[in-house]
C-alpha cells in the first residue's frame, strides 16, 4: 500500500482453469476460493492460498481434496468463514437456483450440507455476506 502500485507476485499451482463469479473467503493466514464458472461449467473445486507464503518466496495454490461428496457445481454463491469453517449459501448452475447451506471443515476435510430451520432465504446467486 505504501507504493500505491500493483505487483503481481510469482505463484505456482494456479488453480486449474480460469474462472468468474467464485466465491473467497480468508481463514488465519489462508484464503479459500470455490466454485465459479468456467466456459460454461459450473465447478464445486476448493483451493486454498497461504497469504503468509508470499513473504518467503515459495507462494502457490493448493487443492483441497475432501474426503467426501462436495456441493454440487455452481457459481454466484455466497461463502463466509467462522470458527475454523467455510460456509457457502446459494448460487446456481445455470439451470437451477440454490438455497442450500453447506458447511466445510478446515480441520476434518470434510463437507456437509446443513438442515436449517425458520425462515430460509429464497433460492438465489450474486448476493453478499459479511462478518
Known amino acids: 500500500l505504501d507504493t500505491k502500485q500493483w505487483y503481481k507476485p510469482p505463484i505456482q499451482g494456479n488453480p ?9 473467503t480468508v481463514i488465519g ?6 466454485g465459479g464458472q ?3 461449467y ?8 497461504d497469504l503468509q507464503s508470499l513473504n518467503y518466496g515459495v507462494a502457490q495454490w493448493e487443492f483441497i481434496t475432501p474426503l467426501n461428496d462436495p456441493p454440487a ?3 454466484g454463491q455466497t461463502i463466509c468463514a467462522y470458527n475454523d469453517k467455510i460456509y457457502i449459501f446459494g448460487g446456481t448452475d445455470g439451470d437451477k437456483y440454490y438455497n442450500d447451506t453447506w458447511q466445510y471443515d478446515i ?3 470434510a463437507w456437509s450440507e446443513l438442515s ?13 455476506c459479511e462478518r
Open 116 to 128: 436449517c430451520i425458520g425462515y430460509i432465504p429464497a433460492p438465489r446467486k450474486n448476493h453478499v
Open 29 to 34: 493466514s489462508k484464503m479459500y476460493i470455490f
Open 42 to 49: 459450473f465447478l464445486n473445486d476448493l483451493f486454498a492460498f
Open 16 to 24: 486449474n482453469v480460469g474462472r468468474f463469479a467464485h466465491s473467497a
Open 73 to 75: 457445481g455452481r457459481s
Open 107 to 109: 480441520q476434518t476435510n
Open 38 to 40: 468456467s466456459d460454461g
